[in-house]
Each structure stands twice: as C-alpha cells, then as structure tokens.
C-alpha cells in the first residue's frame, strides 16, 4: 500500500512538471522543440547537485569572501560554514530545478504541488531557453570577469522571473506598451 502511494505521488510530480512546461510555452510564447525530460528528485540528490555545481564554480570564493565579511563587520565572532548552510538551504528549499547538462528539469518529491508549481514554470522557461539559445555555453564563469556572466545570468533569470509571474497572475506582462501586470 505504502508503494503504491509513493508511486501515485511521483506520477502527480510528473504531471505537474509537463503541465509546467506548458505553461511555460503559452506565456513565453515559445513550443519546445523536442520533448523536455522530467525527473523526480528527493533532498540528497538536489544537496549532491548543489555541491557538484559549487565545486565546478567560483562560488567557493564566494563564500570565502561572504565569511570575511562576516568577521570584519562582527557578525559572528568565530568562522561560519557558508558552503555547509547553502547546501543545507538549497536542499531543503529547491522546489525544481533545470539542469542545462543533462537536459532534464527536476521537481522534488517533498514539496507540497502548490508550491511547486510557480518554480517549475520558472524552471521549465530555462529548459526553453536551453533549447532555442543554448544557454550551457553561457553558464560557466569567467575566471577575473564577471560582468559578462552576471548580464547573461540576469537575462536568463528575469526571462524566466517573468514568465513565472505571467503564471501566477494568469495575465502575460507586454513589456513594449509598459502594461502593468496587476
């Protein structure tokens, strides 16, 4: 019975990543291309993507530079696990994400669908944008320049922020006339 139940569940997390995904295509105004590949994910999986990502990043200097900040300006008295508490958050806080390598958006397995919901079409917009620019060749840094990848990460992101609104208010956002959303 217990299996049965889990089964159901991960079926209802499929439905919902596809039913995202076309949402994503109605206010972005972009078919995907191909078929989008889903996967359900539970916690340990998402804290190992997480890890992955910051061990193929800059993000250890990051967080190095956020620790000296902490000290120099008295927030804590004694060195913090910055890397330990975004490993933590992320794992218990990502409802989805897109993973531009293996071409697979994923939901987990956790968080209530009504939540989710708004995440996975933010999500679900990366995976467009995957397959009509390519965005992997944008997504790793550049060592000593940042601007490039900042601009590109906050094109991608505020594409993706939008049409995620666009969802929740169930109104598209016309950006050329100034429209306001609500």
């Known amino acids: 019975m217990i299996l049965v139940l889990a089964l159901a569940a991960a079926d209802d997390y499929a439905t919902l990543a596809k039913e995202a995904i076309s949402t994503a295509e109605k206010v972005r105004g972009l078919q995907a291309k191909g078929p989008i590949r889903t996967e359900v994910t539970g916690r340990e999986a998402i804290e190992r ?43 218990d806080q990502i409802a989805g994400y897109y993973d531009w390598e293996k071409k697979t958006l994923y939901v987990a397995n956790w968080i209530p669908p009504y939540l989710q919901k708004p995440t996975l079409v933010h999500e679900a917009t990366h995976a467009l944008q995957d397959q009509y620019f390519g965005i992997g060749r944008f997504m790793e840094p550049i060592m000593g320049c940042s601007e490039p990848s900042t ?17 929740l208010a169930g109104t598209p956002v016309d950006a050329s006339s100034g429209e306001k959303m609500v």
């Open 49 to 91: 993507y997480v890890t992955e990502r910051i061990a193929k990043t800059d993000a250890r200097s990051s967080f190095a530079l956020t620790q000296a900040a902490l000290l120099a300006f008295g927030l804590t008295d004694e060195p913090y696990d910055v890397e330990g508490l975004v490993r933590r958050v992320a794992r």
């Open 151 to 167: 601009a590109v990460a906050s094109l991608l992101e505020g594409d993706a922020t939008v049409a995620m609104l666009d969802a």
